[in-house]
């Protein structure tokens, strides 16, 4: 859970000027990060390397609900091999995920130091950008939602895991971006229903504490080590935090 959340804020347009700062404060964080692990990898450092990784993954998924509006360099910084001709193996596959694939299947320096380059280079370049880019006010509530409708998608379904079985870790990330935005939109979300971010808040307690209950000494386990009655107290916390969240979008919903 973040260490404070911050304010809420009385208006749309102050939801997106907050959250374009915390999006900033997290891009700074992933620069330092991305230049660790490019300095670990190519001091064939790649335990600390994974390490780094990690850290590095969960603070992009905090950044949450911003990611619909990268376009290119959000491809870059966390693309998927899916649908690249060569898999995996095809020299658009690049960023985090690609760096996940390389340290966890065995590869060093030789094929990942210009990949970490080129990660450090696309977060710099990103954070200089943000500034420019539109963050639609419109877009905060649906992502309240999405931001763990996708977690569940593609984290604990293993369809974003190249390797490192991290799934826990990055749903527990995601929490944290969710937990960013609804509190920033507390105050609009409860003149609409008084008192309804406190029941989201209970839910997205549960989860956390689920989340939680499956580390070893704080060390995150893999997902699919894990035996079913261990999965199964996060699934169901997961589907009632996503079954309160879905009602904030409907509350702005302009539909008839």
Known sequence: MPDS??????????VVAAYRN????QL???????LSLKASIGN???????????????????VGAAYGSFGDLGSAINGLPSGLPKGSADPGFTGLHRLEYGLFHGQGPAELAAVASKLYADVVELHGKLPTMELAGSDMPLRCHEILEDSLRDNLSGNNDQGSGMALALTSADLDG???????MRTLVDTL??????????TLDRLGNALARTQDQG???AWRTLPL???????????????SLAYVPALFSTDD
């Open 219 to 221: 060390t995150w386990p």
């Open 44 to 62: 064939n450092s790649l335990e600390v390397a994974r390490r780094q990784w990690l850290d590095a993954q969960m603070t992009w998924q905090r």
């Open 193 to 202: 229903s008084p008192g309804y971010t406190a029941k989201v808040t209970a």
């Open 5 to 14: 959340l911050p304010a809420p804020a009385p208006t749309m347009d102050g």
């Open 229 to 243: 009655a261990a999965r199964q107290p996060v699934t169901g916390a997961l589907g009632a935090a996503l079954e």
């Open 28 to 34: 700074d964080t992933l620069t330092g990060q991305a």
């Open 22 to 25: 915390y999006v900033s404060g």
């Open 178 to 184: 969710t937990r960013v935005v609804l509190a920033l």
